[in-house]
């Protein structure tokens, strides 16, 4: 179900589809202001109801904070797909227990995060390692910490380190020694 910028769209229209659609595979709510705006119950009736949910899109959520993140990554165990991209609300603690516990997640797209710096990223980073195919951290204050961590990431086919400040001359050089088969930078 895609609703990407349907900016009328509210925690109440997100808990009835939750009600009614306990097999949603995927749900794009991408730039939808008001979800989270009064709390996160819309994202904790995803994470008990929804149970099959492989793929979630909050970019741009603003509102969305620990206790939404949370609700998804203990009740969405199939969860392979998750961008929360400019979800500034959300501490280091969510992310990693995201990580952690979503154990199929294959993309992680988490750009213009303040909270994710060279250390959490390489923390994160290291949770899934085995099995990412597609990272973004575009926009966080990352460096070459993550650049090592990366290197790790043997599946990896798309990289998006767009606007990271904190990539220099020596982050390259970490990226340019692995050795990867097919990645797109």
């Not at 509210?10 to 709390?39: M, N, P, S, W, Y």
């Not at 206790?67 to 400019?86: E, F, N, R, T």
Request: glycine share 8%; charged share 20%; with cysteine.
């Amino acid at each position: 179900l895609d609703l990407a910028f349907c900016n009328d769209v509210t925690d109440q229209g997100v808990r009835e589809i939750a009600h009614c659609c306990r097999k949603l595979k995927q749900l794009i709510l991408k730039a939808c202001k008001q979800i989270g705006e009064f709390g996160n119950r819309a994202l904790s009736k995803i994470g008990n109801r929804c149970k099959a949910l492989e793929a979630l899109d909050l970019n741009g959520c603003i509102h969305v904070s620990d206790s939404g993140v949370l609700a998804i990554a203990q009740g969405c165990p199939v969860i392979k797909d998750i961008d929360i991209s400019q979800c500034s609300n959300l501490n280091p603690q969510s992310l990693m227990t995201l990580a952690n516990s979503c154990t199929d997640l294959e993309t992680f797209a988490a750009g213009k995060m303040p909270c994710l710096t060279d250390s959490l990223g390489e923390q994160i980073i290291g949770t899934f390692e085995s099995r990412i195919v597609r990272l973004d951290l575009s926009f966080c204050a990352i460096g070459v910490k993550v650049l090592k961590a990366i290197g790790r990431c043997f599946k990896l086919k798309e990289l998006n380190l767009s606007g990271c400040l904190g990539i220099d001359d020596e982050c390259i050089q970490v990226l340019a020694e692995v050795r990867w088969t097919s990645i797109s930078l």
